[in-house]
């Protein structure tokens, strides 16, 4: 084989690859998105995965493909920010948070304290959240930080996140509510110990951390 055929397969299998990356059933505008991330060289898992929650909620594919648009400038700019700590198995996961957290008003250097906790994926949706429920940066890592340094920092996250719904739904202020959480959370007490008995329900974050899908029109912030 030549230099210039070997060449030819070379790419041609580059190519099929990368076809075969994108879910072949996601309508051609998503689909187009899902390829720009893709040829930039970030994960496209989470992109395929908000398309699919997109499309069962019954979205459009106009207003979905702005949202991975998004998404794909978010994780750029957290990879960007993250350095060498994007990197690792957990690289699709970990750039999909920071994104969100980000997006939620996250700066480069509270992404930067967040990835260094345990759990780290966890702990950065579990920062963006806090941003999320208008905590401010400082206070927000303060919490993650706590959670972490917990007995149990997965279960930690969750709960910093339900408690916080629920201080703020009590009547609490958001950074008033953070600061009272972490007075609780300092003595080594669970974020659950902080809540009333008079507040309010469960939190609406999933399991994994993360607010609620979000369209092309609705406003930054979550998940």
Known sequence: MTRTAWMASVVA????GSALAVEPDLPDQVAEQVRAAEQVGLP???LQQKAREGLAKGLPPERIAPVLRRLTEQMRAAEGALGDAAQGPDRGEMLHAAAMARQAGA?????????GEAHRVRAMWCFGDLLGLEA??????RLVHAAAHSGEPEASYRET???MRRLQESGMAPDAAA?????????????MASI??????????GDDGGMPWQGADDP???N
């Not at 600061?179 to 974020?191: D, L």
Request: charged letters at 20%; aromatic letters at 4%.
């Open 136 to 141: 401010g940066e400082k206070e927000a890592l």
């Open 179 to 191: 600061r009272h959480m972490h007075q609780v959370m300092a003595r080594g007490e669970p974020p």
């Open 196 to 205: 009333p008995e008079h507040a309010g329900g469960p939190a609406h974050a």
């Open 13 to 16: 299998l580059w190519f099929a």
């Open 44 to 46: 496209v898992a989470p």
């Open 107 to 115: 700066t480069d250097e509270g992404l930067a304290e967040a990835a």
């Open 161 to 163: 996140i339900t408690a």
């Open 220 to 222: 930054p912030g979550g």
